[in-house]
Each structure stands twice: as C-alpha cells, then as structure tokens.
C-alpha cells in the first residue's frame, strides 16, 4: 500500500527566506507526482504536476523535484512571501492507469513579514 | 469559470439522519472524487467514478454510497449519519491524460452530533 509522508509537519521562516518542503513515498511504481496548495477554509490548488520519466518541473518561484528510485520529491520556494503562507500538500498517483491520488498529510508554511 | 462545485458548504446533522452532497463539474472531465480530509488524516479517496455510469470504491467507502448522475454531476449519499463522518468532503475532477491535473471543489463541512 502506498504511503506518502512529508516533513516537516510545520514551519515558520520570515519573509525572504529560500526553502524547501519534502515528500517520500513508498512504492516508486508512480505514474506522475503532485504538489498542491491549500488555503485555510479552501479547496486544493495544483502547483506542479510531475511525471514519473521527468526530474523537475518549475513554475515562477517554485521548483519541484522528483527522484522515483529514492522515493522523494521537494517543492522549492524561492524568495518567500506572506501570501506563500498555506498548507503545501504532495500526492502521488500510481501506475497501472489508476486516477487515484495518494495524500501526505501536508506542510503547513507560514511566511512571517 | 465554475470549475467544481459543490453544495451544501455547512450542514450539521443528528445522528442517524441522511443527507446527500452534490457536486458538479463543467470542464467535461471524465473522472470524478469524493475525498474527506480529517486532521492529521489528510484527504482520503471515498469513492471515485472514472466515468459516467462506473463508480468504485477507494480507501474509506463504509457508510457512504455514491451516484454518478451523468457526466457532469457525482454525489455522496450518508444513508445513516454517524459522528465519525463529522468531516471536510472534496468532490474533485479530472480527465486523465498525461497533465492529468485535477480540479477541487471548495469543501462541504458536515458535522454529525
């Protein structure tokens, strides 16, 4: 059964600040990898979507990596802000055509001014 | 743009009542979930449909029962409420290719007393 983990459950940094939130996963048998935000009271948002034969997606300031053999992936922030505050949640979705997603239980970021 | 939608956004209920959620899509997607996402639990898959007229079951589908309507409608049925389904529920779409990026509704916040 697959599980996915992410660390730390929390974490504070101040405004500027570059960081890094990780995810492990058990079974390396993936079809692709999710990063998602959630705001307080709010559904879930994409962020970034990779797919198992890729390394690394980016978009503006985030950079998520995947290594498939080691079972992790990252979500970089560059340069964080105040609005980057919010709980950052990977999903991985298996292969095999499942459309079903596999949730950490997520890092809740906040950005301090 | 709609995305997914999802009704009612608050209901509390007495034990042992019934309550159906509804959720409808407009971005002709194929798939559709119901997840719940409790604290420290993350979302968890209830049921998921990979089409019109097909459901199956995911991770936690006992006391749960699910109707696929047509293409753009999915709803989760509590036949008898019970206080453990005191819950978020997520109703999300998707169509599955290789972006396979899916789309969240805002949430339906039940609780059960």
């Known amino acids: 059964k697959q599980e996915v983990t992410q660390i730390p459950a929390a974490l504070s940094v101040p405004e500027g600040e570059n960081l890094v939130l990780n995810c492990s996963f058990t079974d390396s048998a993936i079809y692709n990898l999710q990063w998602f935000r959630q705001d307080p009271g709010k559904g879930l948002t994409s962020l970034l979507l990779?797919?198992?034969?890729?390394r690394e997606q980016t978009s503006g300031r985030l950079n998520a990596s995947l290594d498939k053999s080691s079972g992790r992936s990252t979500l970089y922030i560059a340069a964080s802000q105040p609005g980057d505050s919010a709980t950052y949640l990977c999903?991985?979705?298996?292969?095999?055509?499942?459309?079903?997603?596999?949730f950490g239980k997520g890092t809740k970021l906040t950005v301090n001014p | 743009n709609a995305g997914v939608t999802q009704t009612p956004k608050f209901q509390v209920l007495k034990t042992g009542q019934s309550m159906t959620l509804q959720c409808a899509q407009d971005m002709n997607h194929n798939s559709m979930y119901w997840y719940r996402q409790d604290p420290g639990m993350g979302l968890r898959l209830i049921y998921y449909?990979?089409?019109?007229?097909?459901?199956d079951k995911g991770e936690v589908p006992n006391g749960y029962n699910v109707s696929r309507l047509n293409k753009r409608e999915f709803s989760l049925r509590l036949e008898s409420a019970a206080p453990s389904q005191t819950s978020v529920y997520f109703c999300a779409s998707s169509e599955f290719d290789r972006r396979n990026t899916i789309y969240f509704g805002e949430g339906s916040w039940l609780t059960v007393v």
């Open positions: 999903a991985v979705s298996s292969q095999g055509g499942s459309e079903k997603l596999v």
């Open positions: 449909s990979a089409s019109e007229g097909t459901t």
């Open positions: 990779i797919q198992s034969s890729q």
